[in-house]
């Protein structure tokens, strides 16, 4: 995408809110791989989805800064909850700020340690989680969460496409590369989800669970 057609994008959707684009711009000012940052089209898309499904209890693995979580929580049903998982315990104190104070923050639960331990100690029936972790582990992230998804609910997984670098594992044959195209190949295989990969930014997997 061009940087004209992304700029032009950008002023024909919803605003981004004042409290997201200061986190986003504290996020590039503070921190390491700040593209991690889900960003304006990005967390207004996950934002509408959220709003779209209207869940009451959403997972979150791999919460970064928090922005991401933010705009999930937008579409929470009335008495509606959203956890994240962060593997990183020097984002706790950050993080616990941010949600105290921002929008929809006092409706998330943090927890802090590896997902793969965590997802099964969290006593809920999912009906949205949003998979933005580990590349490494995204099949294994698939498998732990799926058992505990509601019929008819969604996955969503960032990072599908891998800067295009999927389409090419000969060439392009690190780990997290490796790893995302296996989890795009197990994804297609199994006849229990309906899936679309969407070509927005690094790419953005949607799964909808049959029964």
């Given at each position: 995408?061009?940087?004209?057609?992304?700029?032009?994008?950008?002023?024909?959707?919803?605003?981004?809110?004042?409290?997201?684009?200061?986190?986003?711009?504290?996020?590039?000012?503070?921190?390491?791989?700040p593209r991690m940052c889900s960003g304006h089209l990005q967390g207004r898309l996950l934002a509408m989805?959220?709003?779209?499904?209207?869940?009451?209890?959403?997972?979150?693995?791999?919460?970064?800064t928090g922005y991401s979580a933010l705009c999930l929580a937008e579409g929470l049903a009335e008495d509606g909850r959203l956890h994240t998982i962060e593997v990183d315990d020097e984002m706790e104190d950050?993080?616990?700020?941010?949600?105290?104070?921002?929008?929809?923050?006092?409706?998330?639960?943090?927890?802090?340690?590896?997902?793969?331990?965590?997802?099964?100690?969290?006593?809920?029936i999912w009906d949205l989680v949003y998979i933005d972790a580990n590349k490494r582990r995204y099949v294994e992230y698939l498998d732990l969460v799926l058992p505990r998804l509601k019929s008819g609910g969604f996955i969503i997984a960032d990072n599908t496409l891998w800067d295009g670098k999927v389409t090419d594992t000969v060439r392009n044959h690190?780990?997290?590369?490796?790893?995302?195209?296996?989890?795009?190949?197990?994804?297609?295989?199994?006849?229990?989800?309906?899936?679309?990969?969407?070509?927005?930014r690094d790419g953005l997997t949607l799964m909808r669970k049959k029964c």
């Open positions: 995408m061009s940087d004209n057609l992304d700029e032009y994008i950008l002023t024909h959707i919803s605003a981004e809110p004042e409290h997201l684009r200061q986190l986003y711009r504290r996020t590039h000012l503070r921190h390491l791989y989805l959220s709003a779209m499904v209207n869940p009451q209890r959403v997972l979150e693995l791999g919460a970064y950050e993080l616990l700020e941010l949600f105290a104070s921002a929008p929809g923050g006092d409706r998330i639960t943090l927890h802090i340690g590896d997902a793969e331990e965590l997802i099964g100690q969290i006593d809920e690190d780990a997290q590369t490796v790893a995302l195209d296996r989890f795009n190949q197990y994804v297609a295989s199994r006849d229990d989800l309906e899936t679309v990969i969407l070509p927005l």
